[in-house]
């Protein structure tokens, strides 16, 4: 049986996390571009972290790629929860954003980026 807690938002604490935005970015890494990818974004990670807004920003590998995914894996999938659509914005036109899209480029097949906002 599957068990659902969903957090409680109490009139007092105004929209706050209904504010917040959830984004997935799954990218399709090419054959033999993971180390390359992975150094590239682990050099990132921390300034995204350090960006005003930043509430989460964790690169993820797909379970489905097994105990190797660091060298053999096909995917890494960023989940990142920022405070704010202005904040998500301002995070997305920054000059370090630009330089990652650019470097990660050719190292990446197809990708997915969603975006969500919580319910409650």
């Known amino acids: 049986?599957?068990?659902?807690?969903?957090?409680?938002i109490m009139?007092?604490?105004?929209?706050?996390?209904?504010?917040?935005v959830n984004v997935f970015a799954r990218f399709g890494i090419?054959?033999?571009?993971?180390?390359?990818f992975l150094k590239i974004m682990l050099a990132y990670v921390p300034k995204v972290r350090s960006e005003e807004g930043c509430i989460r920003y964790e690169?993820?590998?797909d379970v489905a790629d097994g105990a190797d995914a660091e060298k053999n894996g096909h995917?890494?999938?960023?989940?990142?929860?920022?405070?704010?659509?202005?904040?998500?914005?301002t995070h997305?036109?920054?000059?370090?954003?630009?330089?990652?899209?650019?470097?990660?480029?050719?190292?990446?097949?197809?990708?997915?980026?969603?975006?969500?906002?919580p319910i409650i």
Do not use: Y
């Open 59 to 61: 690169p993820c590998f």
């Open 11 to 20: 009139p007092e604490q105004g929209r706050g996390a209904m504010d917040m």
């Open 75 to 89: 995917f890494v999938t960023i989940s990142e929860t920022w405070e704010s659509d202005e904040h998500l914005k």
């Open 1 to 8: 049986m599957l068990s659902v807690v969903l957090p409680l």
């Open 92 to 117: 997305l036109a920054s000059d370090g954003m630009n330089s990652f899209r650019e470097a990660v480029a050719p190292l990446c097949g197809e990708s997915t980026i969603i975006v969500l906002r």
């Open 30 to 36: 090419k054959p033999d571009c993971m180390e390359n």
